[in-house]
């Protein structure tokens, strides 16, 4: 089974495609909760228009081969995948700042200033598309730094505490 998250023009959709051995002929394919029945071409010229039916609908699409676009007949639309088996990565940083690896919501704070922590140690939990990411620290040291507060929106690279 395929799991991922995808953004279309920043708006979350958590798909999952059982059964996909490829990405052609018909799939099953739940899509934030919903059932959908889903015939889908094999694609022999890459960004070129394609017909796929979703629950006996016909849409024609076009999808860029490095999926960061859909094309369909209400414009183009900006695309993010996330493969969900994979592990989320925190963005390198270079030192001990921790940033938000995706958009979403602070659920939780496990540490405070002036607490010594492990590396791998959780710092926080990061709500995002219904689920939680768990965020730890990038190396040994004391939280110095704590902007996350339980509740907080943050966005993509924003910092949320310091390990020194």
Known sequence: MIKVNVLIDGRPFQVDVAGASGVAGALAITCNGETLDVTAPAVTQPDQ??????????????????LRWIK??????????????????????????????????ITRVMV????????????????AMKMENEIVAPRAGSVLRLSALPGKSVILNEELAEIG
């Not at 209400?74 to 088996?85: K, L, T, Y």
């Not at 405070?112 to 709500?127: I, T």
């Open 72 to 105: 369909s007949s209400d414009g183009m639309h900006r695309v993010e995948v996330q493969d969900r088996s994979a592990a989320i990565v925190r963005p390198v940083s270079g030192d001990g700042r921790i940033k938000a690896p995706i958009p979403g919501l």
């Open 112 to 127: 405070q200033p002036g607490d010594q922590v492990e590396v791998g140690q959780p710092v926080l939990l990061l709500e």
């Open 49 to 66: 228009m394609e017909w796929i039916i979703v629950n006996g609908r016909p849409y024609e699409i076009a999808v860029d081969t490095n």
